[in-house]
T-cell receptor, first 111, second 114 residues
Framework: DGGITQSPKYLFRKEGQNVTLSCEQN?????MYWYRQDPGQGLRLIYY???????QKGDIAEGYSVSREKKESFPLTVTSAQKNPTAFYLC??????????FGSGTRLTVV | GENVEQHPSTLSVQEGDSAVIKCTYS??????FPWYKQELGKRPQLIID?????GEKKDQRIAVTLNKTAKHFSLHITETQPEDSAVYFC?????????????FGKGTLLTVNP
């Protein structure tokens, strides 16, 4: 997966349930990001992290939470407060020299 | 914050023709402009990028132009082939320090008809 791995590939969530999406990178990139992709909406930034133990809200952070306890890992939790979570979620990491590397994505569906 | 507008949302061309996708941005501090290609169900892949210190960059059949004064940049694909069919995204950022966040356009679905 080009050094950045997302799991699972498909995830189903019941109403009122929290779910966590995994993102791991072995590229030694400092910065990591979570984007949400909906048809016709492009990629919208949920959260990003520039260094370990620090992260900032993106444009659509409501209903989501993250942690950055290790440089390699940036998990995203979709909470029950997110009313329309069905989407394709992309994790990425970056350096100025290498640009962005995207994971292969997780498709989340509410059932 | 930055806002990126992308046009057209869909584009259909005949094989061998050229395709042009245009983007505008709002933040005059933005200095890095990548273009991504995304095939159905796959991750976005970087195809070309440009920084604000150049006006044009070319890589085989793909070129990007940048007009900083007008705050717009464009992707040009020549001699299109069916395998060029995909969704293309432009993005912009103010790259500095050790990292940067990208703001994306909403994408252009390019269809190349054989």
């Amino acid at each position: 997966d080009g050094g950045i791995t997302q799991s699972p590939k498909y995830l189903f969530r019941k109403e009122g349930q929290n779910v966590t999406l995994s993102c791991e990178q072995n590229l030694n990139h400092d910065a990591m990001y979570w984007y949400r992709q909906d048809p016709g909406q492009g990629l919208r930034l949920i959260y990003y992290s520039q260094i370990v133990n620090d992260f900032q809200k993106g444009d659509i952070a409501e209903g989501y939470s993250v942690s950055r306890e290790k440089k390699e890992s940036f998990p995203l939790t979709v909470t029950s407060a997110q009313k329309n979570p069905t989407a394709f979620y992309l994790c990425a990491s970056s350096t100025p020299a290498a640009g962005y590397t995207f994971g292969s994505g997780t498709r989340l569906t509410v059932v | 914050g930055e806002n990126v507008e992308q046009h057209p949302s869909t584009l259909s061309v005949q094989e061998g023709d050229s395709a042009v996708i245009k983007c505008t941005y709002s933040d005059s501090a933005s200095n890095y402009f990548p273009w991504y290609k995304q095939e159905l169900g796959k991750r976005p892949q970087l195809i070309i990028d440009i920084r604000s210190n150049v006006g044009e960059k070319k890589d085989q059949r793909i070129a990007v132009t940048l007009n900083k004064t007008a705050k717009h940049f464009s992707l040009h694909i020549t001699e299109t082939q069916p395998e060029d069919s995909a969704v293309y995204f432009c993005a912009a950022s103010n790259s500095g320090g050790s990292n940067y966040k990208l703001t994306f356009g909403k994408g252009t679905l390019l269809t190349v008809n054989p």
